[in-house]
């Protein structure tokens, strides 16, 4: 399809929905509690426990027939931990993960709002249960992101526009992205083009899931950066890292390297029996002037039930020289952590 041809689609559906089409919203509240403690090895005199939050939110979806085959909808979700992304603060303010609206027929579905952007869908889901890998680049999701979707048999993609801040730019950045499965392989996808200021690199992302059998499955991935490929400040991520410490502040575990190529490639694997899961992942993040930091995850999760489990997790990273950590200490940093997750 043109990209002429989707907007006179929809031009065409909307003037012929009728407006006196029944109006039932179906409303759905939800919640995910995800929290827990952590001890992050730094060599410091920083270094403790420290209960956090784990990506916990809450929120509600809603979405109406419009008639002729049309669906609109929305959804709005709030985050329950502080600004610095980790703590859990009394009389704290919640912080706005999601607030979109969209429409949706058997040509796709077109959404606009802060939403998880077509990057994180294909190529960048978590593997752990803290939601928060830390070798991979970019981020979960942005604000003023407009995305469309669609599906045929096998095969699903994405294209979307970023359309961020009075800055003079009217298009910030540009994502597509793809999936096809094949029996037990699932191969995909994603690319995002800064259109921001005079930087206008790449970020290519690749990354493959082969379910060997129902207890065990494999998966490797690649994301790539350009040297001037300068959105989300060198795409930090990860829960290795200080975070308002109260002598060092924040410090990275795996620092950026903006300005600089940058890959992140890795190998994971997941074995599951009964209500036991276990997750192992080895990570390279490298820089081509600045070096390597190698990473090593691994996870055991317990369900209690569907939509209930607790696990316990230890990551080690491996700095070179060139990217050590700027603590007070300059040592690798670890970290050990224990955490409950409940859906409702």
């Not at 359309?163 to 003079?168: F, H, N, S, T, V």
């Not at 489990?309 to 224990?338: C, F, H």
Request: glycine share 12%; with cysteine.
């Amino acid at each position: 399809m043109t990209k002429k041809c989707l907007p006179l689609t929809l031009i065409a559906a909307l003037s012929a929905t009728n407006v006196h089409a029944q109006e039932e919203v179906d409303l759905d509240f939800y919640a995910s509690i995800r929290m827990g403690f952590d001890y992050i090895d730094a060599d410091t005199k920083d270094d403790g426990v420290n209960g956090r939050d784990y990506l916990s939110r809450v929120g509600f979806k809603a979405d109406m027939d419009l008639g002729n085959g049309l669906t609109g909808f929305t959804q709005v979700e709030y985050g329950v931990r502080s600004g610095n992304f980790v703590d859990f603060v009394q009389m704290g303010y919640p912080t706005l993960r999601l607030a979109l609206v969209g429409l949706q027929g058997d040509w796709g579905k077109l959404v606009y709002g802060s939403q998880v952007n077509i990057w994180h869908k294909f190529v960048r889901g978590s593997y752990f249960s803290d939601g928060l890998d830390s070798s991979r680049q970019a981020v979960i999701a942005d604000d003023d992101l407009l995305q469309y979707y669609h599906s045929v048999g096998k095969f699903s993609f994405g294209i979307g526009t970023h359309l961020e801040r009075q800055d003079g730019d009217n298009i910030d950045q540009i994502q597509v992205g793809g999936q096809y499965i094949a029996g037990p392989v699932t191969l995909q996808a994603a690319y995002s083009k800064d259109q921001r200021g005079e930087n206008t690199g790449g970020l290519l992302g690749l990354r493959a899931f082969w379910k060997i059998n129902e207890k065990v499955t494999l998966s490797a991935y690649t994301h790539r950066a350009d040297q001037d490929y300068d959105l989300y400040a060198g795409s930090m991520t990860g829960d290795v890292r200080l975070r308002d410490a109260a002598l060092n502040g924040n410090v990275n575990g795996i620092p950026s390297c903006r300005t600089e190529k940058r890959d992140s490639t890795g190998i994971y694997g997941r074995y599951r029996v009964g209500a036991n899961q276990f997750h192992a992942r080895f990570a390279v993040d490298s820089c081509d002037i600045s070096g390597d930091v190698e990473s090593i995850k691994v996870e055991y999760a317990r369900y209690l039930s569907k939509n209930y489990r607790a696990w316990i997790a230890y990551e080690d990273l491996s700095n070179d020289e060139g990217r050590k950590p700027a603590s007070t200490s300059g040592k690798n940093m670890s970290e050990l952590q224990v955490g409950v997750r409940m859906d409702f």
